[in-house]
């Protein structure tokens, strides 16, 4: 059994994308790992530093996360910021973190070229505190997307480095959790690249959107003058629109269009509006139930409760035995 940590940043709602790339496998994972699920509330205030609605945006996400079949009584669903030890476990690692290898990370040369008057030390610092999320729970495997695994590689690092410093062999080295096959890449609505709330308005299904909002995006997708000669390869939009069908449709609707299209007898209308049903049918029990727990005030209070916890236990265990091998002692 592997110890499993993942986090989130609480900066929109879930969208398709979210579910097909990772949600769906946590759900899975939390039957055979000891997983640790939390809400990276700390890390969104390097870019968000006077937010509208924290609370409000996390307990969105958290209300999401139940909605889409994570549970809390098998994994341990968190708020980063109910477990106060990640920021002192953040403190011991950025005391051996340099600035050079930080100013070096990816990330932060892109967030400095978004955010020029705001690059500050959080920002900078971002790969120790997903180091120290990570090593709190002294995990093995990190669900991680490609755009996330330098910091896992500077979290490796950071661990390594404290074992050597200290001459121990405490933290493991986590590794990438690779979900193989299983992981399906999710296109946007608008033409190119892949779904995300930050690619423009319109270009992600959320799990929580209505029928209407649905219909409105879906009839607005890229699509082009259609194909001129039989079985002709897809452009990337085209593409993009049948591999959405894919993930929500079933296999003969996919075939259907897919045959249309290959005789040139494709009608980007008809398609869409079969597309848009069947998101409509895929993520209607999600909203349903994102509606259901976001009323239940008690539950979800009970669940982020229950989660603070479970979290606390592990994650104590680590200050108390980081402090004592770092040098700390009780007067
Ligand atoms: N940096 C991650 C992201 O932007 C979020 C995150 C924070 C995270 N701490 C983590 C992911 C620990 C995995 C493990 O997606």
Do not use: W
């Not at 180091?131 to 690092?157: C, S, Y």
């Not at 993009?240 to 259907?256: A, C, D, G, H, R």
Request: hydrophobic share 35%; net charge neutral.
């Amino acid at each position: 059994m592997e110890t499993v940590v993942s986090g989130i940043r609480p900066t929109g709602n879930l969208h398709l994308g979210n579910y097909f790339g990772a949600l769906r496998n946590f759900i899975s994972m939390q039957n055979e790992h000891n997983c640790y699920f939390f809400i990276a509330d700390y890390h969104s205030l390097t870019t968000h530093p006077t937010p509208q609605d924290l609370h409000g945006n996390v307990r969105q996400i958290l209300v999401e996360y139940l909605a889409a079949g994570l549970d809390p009584e098998k994994s341990t669903l968190y708020i980063q910021s109910d477990v106060p030890e990640v920021s002192e476990l953040y403190l011991f690692l950025n005391m051996n973190a340099y600035i050079g290898e930080l100013e070096r990370c990816t990330s932060f040369k892109d967030k400095i070229r978004q955010q020029p008057n705001n690059v500050n030390a959080g920002l900078l610092t971002y790969p120790t505190l997903m180091a120290a999320d990570i090593l709190i729970h002294r995990a093995t495997k990190v669900p991680v997307g490609k755009d996330q695994e330098q910091h896992l590689e500077m979290t490796r690092t950071f661990g390594n480095r404290f074992n050597r410093l200290y001459n121990v062999d405490y933290f493991p080295e986590p590794q990438a959790f690779n979900f193989g096959q299983e992981l399906v890449k999710i296109p946007g609505l608008n033409g190119s690249g892949k779904m995300g709330k930050s690619e423009g308005e319109g270009n992600a299904i959320f799990l929580a959107d209505e029928p209407g909002d649905i219909r409105k995006k879906v009839m607005k997708a890229v699509t082009d003058a259609g194909p001129t000669e039989p079985n002709q390869a897809k452009p990337e939009a085209i593409q993009n629109i049948f591999q959405l069908m894919k993930v929500v449709s079933t296999p003969e609707t996919f075939e259907y269009f897919d045959e249309k299209y290959n005789t040139c007898q494709i009608r980007y209308g008809d398609m869409k509006k079969q597309l848009a049903e069947d998101m409509i049918l895929f993520t209607t029990p999600f909203r349903e139930r994102i509606k259901a727990i976001l009323s239940d005030e008690e539950y979800v209070s009970k669940v982020a409760r229950m989660g603070k916890n479970k979290a606390q236990e592990s994650a104590a265990k680590t200050i108390r035995e980081v402090r004592e091998i770092v040098g700390f002692k009780k007067f």
